[in-house]
DNA sequence: ATCCGAATCAAACATATGTTTTAAACAAAC
DNA sequence: GTTTGTTTAAAACATATGTTTGATTCGGAT
């Protein structure tokens, strides 16, 4: 069977892609490291931007749709806290983190690269596959944070996002351990220790 | 004077560096966007490499070396609150992201880019810049949050560089409005108001 | 006016890139 | 055993890359 090559390229690439992003690795790069021929990518991907496609499309939509499928759950059941949508939110990010490390350490990085490097073409996946967490989310927060306006609440939302993929970036300042840890459960109480109360915060007095 | 193809040089790389990234970003673009030469790279700089350490540095120390000012004002006068030790780690940040984004809007992509795209070499230069700030700040919030050890300030101070990173990188996912209001001032009382109890939040107990 | 170093230019260099091609190897079905 | 469709292989393709060269232009000091 084919499938074999198809996951040693992605296999490859995913590591390459974390490790140098994906405009500085070389189709040849990626073939040599999974040991297959150089065409093998455009045979079986058609492309290198569709090989990229497919490798993030299969890290991200099982994180978004267990988000989801949380969500629903704490939705379906009694009265949520904060901390409960947050968690819904945040646990699968962490789930993944952790299986992607233990794949390869360097992996994690692989979903922070790309909502940098991302061009034009990228960020329509981005909206694609974010549009619906967004809206889903932005509801739940609304219901537990009934003293934030939308926009406040989207606002805060998006510096979790931002500690999130800082978690995943991994810090490279020398001498500094991960933001993740090697527990992951202790990560989502660390997480949920600081961004809890950073949600719930009041608006400040504007003074006008 | 050959100033003025340097500058147009730096103006070009700068813009293409935050919208496509290094990698993908060639020498022909940027001189053709400068309107110079395609030697003039080599020339003035050496080499494409040694462009974006002369680009970072120029941006990064400024902001660097206020940092350190304002925590040097905020030590020699009385006792500091969190905000205050908050408010001079991010002030900095803003100033730049402000006069970033005058230049042009998707200037400010270029801070967020260099620390994702970053490869091994970029890590030197990274600790070299921010070592010296990461001590003193991590000091600084050692006496005012002395309910905390150091791990977990350098932990919590981390999740505020993610929210920072996030802030330059903007938002791409379309139907969003970027973290980086109009109003600087605005942004950094936001900024506090969420940043401040998510760094001064009790450690969560420990059920063991 | 002349000279000299610095700066610019067009062109070429050597190499790396993503992709395509053509043929061979393989596996399964008849 | 032959045939059929799929997968792999080596080589070549066309182009893009960062860099260097050598001639030319420019500006200010002698």
Redesign the pocket.
């Known amino acids: 069977?084919?499938q074999?090559?198809r996951n040693q390229i992605i296999r490859a690439a995913e590591v390459l892609f974390a490790r140098k992003g994906y405009a500085a690795?070389?189709?040849?790069?990626i073939t040599e490291a999974a040991g297959?021929?150089?065409?093998?990518?455009?045979?079986?991907f058609g492309?290198?931007?569709n090989l990229l496609i497919e490798i993030l499309d299969r890290v991200v939509s099982p994180v978004n749709a267990e988000r989801l499928k949380l969500l629903d759950e704490l939705e379906a059941q009694d009265t949520p806290s904060v901390e409960d949508v947050l968690s819904a939110f945040l646990f699968p990010d962490l789930r993944i983190l952790d299986e992607l490390r233990r794949r390869d350490p360097e992996l994690p990085r692989f979903v922070s690269r790309m909502y940098s490097e991302g061009s034009e073409f990228m960020s329509r996946v981005k909206g694609h596959q974010f549009g619906e967490i967004q809206d889903r989310f932005l509801a739940a927060f609304g219901n537990v944070l009934p003293h934030l306006n939308r926009e406040e609440i989207e606002w805060r939302l998006h510096c979790v996002v931002g500690i999130v993929l800082y978690l995943f970036a991994g810090v490279d300042v020398p001498g500094v351990g991960s933001l993740a840890g090697p527990d992951p459960e202790r990560t989502l109480t660390r997480l949920l220790n600081v961004s809890s109360p950073m949600m719930s915060a009041p608006l400040p007095v504007r003074e006008d």
């Open positions: 069977m084919s074999q090559t690795t070389s189709v040849r790069e297959v021929n150089i065409a093998a990518v455009n045979y079986h492309s290198k931007e």
